[in-house]
């Protein structure tokens, strides 16, 4: 109509932007809303979104023998769509840190106003983007929000809205208010999306980004966050259990091969490579509260779930997780002994991993070396940390290498009979091996 506003936003194309709306729409709908209400939320989440995309790499539809579409060698495409509709430019190959500002840049100008400084972050991975290098962009993206005065609120960077295999990351973002806070905030467990109650404080949407530099390798240090030396202790003690693991790598395929596939070792060092980049990303500080351990382990149990892949990465990913949210729920500055608190936290993951597993002590599996860690663990809850892990990792360590004399009964293992006997149980060497680890940095 003539001398009618046309409104340009109608014309945008979002990249993983519903992920902000499905999850407003859906804690609506759970707590009871209408489906006017449920309507109305949803159509305002998706008016507060903007999202910005990048891609390196075009997808393959199945069954083709050719990619969809393609870039030139060397060249990222800004603003593309998730099907692969054209950009709004294309330039040369961008570092982390580059790519990171290209998404920033083109998002800020265009947030809506109204909200509260808080702001929902969700760096997307579109299929072929490994899970390292969206933790790495999301530093840049972390710090260049707050530089903005805007305060990420449980950020989220992993695989959501991917197209096959397509190389490339996308950036929603959703300033919120008191209303869509709530919502997003609200506790959600799907098949596809976990949303955990008790993971938030009020303290992380305000606390400042630690010092020192990190150092992007493509392009030097990012002003503001910590280098890798620099590591809190969660992260630290995830560093540490991957190193002595990848040590051991090869072993722990020798012995998952004995009655399995042999892929133990090659899963658990992909899964805590996974591990440490998230808990790196998301570990708050400061150092020695309970609560920013727990955050880190917390999503250091998700990542390395999805990574790892198979049966132990699922388990592992559910000690890590676990572990996490008992952590979570003491706050920084209380009294009591860190020895009971993760005594606590022990008992509460094998119980974790018994449900999901369904294993039992004696079945020749990764609980055996979990159940007398716990058990030793609570024995000396009265001792320093250090030494009452030690202690814990080296009953772990003594019945992992006694699992020898079993004979596997549970998994696909139980149907090779004897012929695992004369042979530890690759994931009860493994978890001696982490707890190990974990017990050194706490030294």
């Not at 890590?320 to 009591?336: C, F, H």
């Not at 070396?369 to 058990?375: H, M, N, Q, V, Y």
């Not at 250090?386 to 699992?403: F, G, I, L, N, P």
Request: net charge negative.
């Amino acid at each position: 109509m003539e001398g009618q506003e046309i409104d340009p936003s109608r014309d945008r194309r979002g990249v993983a932007g519903d992920f902000f709306v499905f999850k407003v729409a859906g804690a609506a709908a759970a707590r009871g809303d209408g489906l006017d209400a449920v309507a109305r939320l949803a159509a305002r989440a998706n008016a507060m979104t903007r999202t910005f995309g990048a891609a390196f790499a075009g997808c393959t539809l199945p069954g083709a023998s050719e990619p969809l579409f393609s870039f030139g060698a060397g060249t990222t495409e800004l603003g593309m769509g998730i099907h692969g509709e054209p950009g709004l430019r294309t330039t040369r190959h961008l570092t982390a840190a580059e790519l990171a500002d290209a998404l920033v840049d083109n998002l800020l100008p265009e947030l809506p106003q109204g909200g509260d400084g808080r702001v929902a972050v969700l760096l997307n991975g579109l299929g072929r983007t490994k899970h390292e290098e969206v933790f790495v962009v999301y530093r840049r993206v972390n710090e260049r929000l707050r530089a903005a005065g805007l305060r990420p609120y449980r950020p989220e960077a992993g695989e959501f809205v991917t197209s096959f295999d397509m190389a490339g990351v996308s950036l929603p973002l959703m300033p919120l208010d008191e209303e869509l806070g709530a919502l997003y905030d609200a506790p959600c467990d799907t098949p596809a999306f976990r949303s955990l109650p008790g993971t938030h404080a009020p303290e992380d949407d305000v606390r400042a980004d630690a010092p020192g530099p990190v150092r992007d390798e493509a392009s030097g240090p990012v002003r503001g966050a910590r280098a890798p030396g620099e590591d809190l202790p969660a992260t630290k003690a995830l560093q540490a259990a991957l190193e002595l693991v990848a040590a051991s790598e090869d072993e722990l395929g020798r012995l998952d091969a004995v009655a399995g596939d042999g892929d133990h070792g090659i899963g658990i060092v992909r899964g805590l490579r996974a591990a440490v980049a998230a808990a790196r990303a998301a570990e708050p500080g400061p150092a020695g509260d309970p609560h920013s351990a727990g955050t880190a382990l917390l999503t250091a149990g998700l990542a390395l779930a999805d990574a790892s892949g198979g049966a132990s990465g699922a388990l592992y990913g559910a000690l890590l997780a676990e572990t996490g949210a008992v952590l979570t729920k003491s706050p920084a500055g209380r009294g009591g002994s860190p020895s009971a608190l993760f005594a606590d936290a022990a008992d509460a993951a094998q119980r974790a991993v018994g449900e999901l597993g369904g294993a039992t002590v004696g079945e020749k599996t990764m609980p055996d070396a979990l159940d007398p860690f716990r058990r030793e663990l609570r024995a000396r809850a009265g001792e320093a940390l250090a030494t009452a892990w030690q202690a814990a990792a080296e009953a772990a360590t003594r019945v992992a290498a006694d699992t020898a004399r079993l004979v596997p009964a549970r998994g696909r293992a139980a149907r090779m009979g004897v012929r695992g006997h004369g042979h530890p149980d690759a994931g009860a060497v493994s978890l001696a091996l982490i707890l190990t680890a974990v017990g050194a940095t706490l030294r």
